[in-house]
């Protein structure tokens, strides 16, 4: 494999593939940093990578983690921006200026005070770019660097990225699980599978190969119309969205049932799983996160919570489960207020599962981990271990060490972690993160199956789609406030911005429909003689 300076590359593939190692590779931490056997040789500028200075290759070649945590370093935000240049050892006023100005590129004005710890996980990940561009390298290695970006923070990060590879010459290498975002920025698509390139060419040649094997990596509008037949296959919206006006024009679509009426309780009049009453919380630091919150979960909802980052998403999340007490307001699971009860805890009742898997992950094995939960609330295991294993898809993975694992299937143990105590109430943070869109279609079948069996989800996500496709509640948050309620149509069917890929296609030429499925069942009987598929006939 070799890329060319000034190319974009986009390397996609299941969770688990090799694409974090192959970043590793390419950015020299492969095989000086991490143990395992190597072989072969990387060349960078004709020089073999490892007989460069590290100093020089620093200067060249820079590199965003997929955790942002393993790379913050200091305190404050000016000083993580600042700590590479000073050890390149620049003059102070060289400093000063590219800490100036790669705050002012990114828009950190407002955090360049803050301290690091303070930040949202989004925040975290602007941050870490902003350290890296500092130091002016060459080549941008990016390993799914807006998995914890609100979608409207997304998208101006990879308008970031495209404009440093178009007018400032980067070369930029992008791993991604959330294709619909940056499949059509890049110049060339590599795609792995165990570890091996399978497919390495053109966005168009790559979705056309991925559609032809049955794999789910390509985006919804291409996948849409690979399902239909087509032979050309559009990478963006705008190109979905001429050739879906060619061909319903001058045929009738049937408005089909109203998908935007909230569908009726079945716990209408009991007492709420979870409620919260008039929430207001402060931090220490004089931050307004929360401003009078409201908000019900009953049994057998599942609740999407989205918006912006730094709107007090996990926040809101941490008071629920009484990781922190609210300055006013309460907070009741099952009608108990956890305010006023500060010695009761909702033990078995509800399970967390924070923004970074890592913090759950503190044994020899994934089985030991299940099983280090269920020794703590007395438990004996009854096979749910095996079952939990299974169908979160880790069971080859039961003698082997988490931390050893890729991101996305550290996710997977974490959450399987929690679920051991059969929990009446879900409460997840960027559950998705890391997911490739198999696991993540094999995630929101699970959770919507655990919400149909009668337990209560709430899930924060920055993911539209697995928000569309899964969620029955979805909730918007802006600036410490619930802004929007309603179900996933009346919700994200009326926004611009918080849409999903499907949605933005279909707006204004058949409107109502935001889901991949949902557009082949509208649209698919109205195109005679194509054979349409469902979305589980992908691998």
């Not at 820079?62 to 370093?73: R, S, T």
């Not at 108990?336 to 805890?345: E, L, P, T």
């Not at 967390?352 to 992950?361: E, G, K, R």
Request: hydrophobic content about 40%; charged content about 25%.
């Amino acid at each position: 494999m070799s890329i060319k300076e000034g190319e974009f590359v986009l390397v996609a593939g299941a969770s688990g593939s090799g694409k974090s190692s192959l970043a590793r590779v390419l950015s020299g931490l492969i095989p000086d940093f991490y143990g395992g056997r190597f072989g072969g040789k990387v060349y960078f500028q004709e020089k073999e990578m490892r007989a460069i200075d590290r100093r020089k290759l620093a200067r060249q070649v820079g590199m965003v983690f997929q955790d942002p945590e393993k790379q913050l370093v200091m305190n404050g935000v000016e000083a993580e921006i600042a700590f590479g240049l000073e050890n390149l050892g620049l003059p102070q006023k060289e400093m000063f200026r590219r800490v100036a100005e790669v705050i002012s590129f990114l828009g950190l004005t407002e955090l360049r005070q803050e301290f690091t710890a303070n930040l949202s996980g989004g925040q975290k990940q602007k941050l870490v770019l902003a350290a890296v561009l500092a130091m002016q390298p060459r080549v941008l290695v990016l390993d799914e660097p807006t998995s914890q970006l609100d979608p409207v923070a997304a998208e101006d990060f990879f308008n970031l990225v495209k404009r440093l590879n178009e007018e400032m010459g980067f070369t930029i290498i992008l791993i991604e699980q959330r294709l619909e975002r940056c499949f059509h920025l890049a110049d060339r698509v590599v795609i792995m599978e165990g570890g091996r390139v399978v497919q390495d060419g053109a966005p168009d040649q790559a979705a056309r190969w991925a559609a032809g094997s049955g794999l789910s990596l390509i985006p919804p509008v291409a996948r849409f119309f690979s399902v239909l037949g087509f032979a050309s296959l559009p990478v963006t919206v705008k190109e979905g969205r001429r050739q879906l006006g060619q061909l319903l024009s001058g045929r009738p679509l049937s408005g089909g049932p109203d998908l935007r009426k909230a569908p009726a309780s079945s716990s209408a009049g009991q007492t709420p799983l979870l409620e919260v009453k008039n929430l207001w919380f402060t931090y220490p630091n004089g931050r307004e996160a929360l401003q009078d919150i409201n908000l019900k979960v009953s049994a057998g909802e599942f609740v999407a919570i989205l918006g912006e980052n730094g709107s007090g998403k996990s926040t809101l999340l941490k008071n629920m489960v009484g990781l922190l007490q609210p300055g006013r307001g309460r907070v009741l699971i099952k009608g108990s207020d956890m305010s006023k009860n500060r010695g009761w805890h909702p033990g078995r009742l509800v399970a967390y599962l924070s923004q970074n898997p890592n913090d759950y992950l503190f044994q020899d094995t994934v089985e030991d981990e299940l099983l280090f939960t269920m020794k703590n609330f007395g438990m004996e295991d009854d096979g749910i271990v095996d079952g939990l294993l299974k169908e979160l898809q880790i069971g080859r993975h039961r003698r082997v060490n988490p931390r050893d694992l890729s991101s996305g299937e550290r996710q997977r143990v974490a959450l399987a972690s929690v679920l051991v105590t059969r929990p009446e109430l879900l409460v997840l943070d960027e559950p998705t993160r890391g997911l490739d869109y198999r696991l993540k279609a094999g995630l929101g079948s699970f959770l919507a199956g655990r919400a149909a069996a009668g337990a209560g989800v709430v899930l924060v996500t920055h993911d539209v789609e697995f928000a569309a496709e899964y969620a029955s509640r979805v909730v918007m948050m802006f600036a410490g406030r619930i802004v929007s309620e309603g179900t996933r149509h009346e919700t994200l069917g009326q926004s611009v911005f918080y849409s999903t890929q499907i949605g933005k296609l279909c707006r204004g030429l058949c409107d109502g429909i935001l889901t991949f499925d949902e557009a082949v069942e509208r649209i698919g009987p109205l195109l005679s003689g194509i054979t349409v598929a469902r979305a589980g006939t992908l691998k």
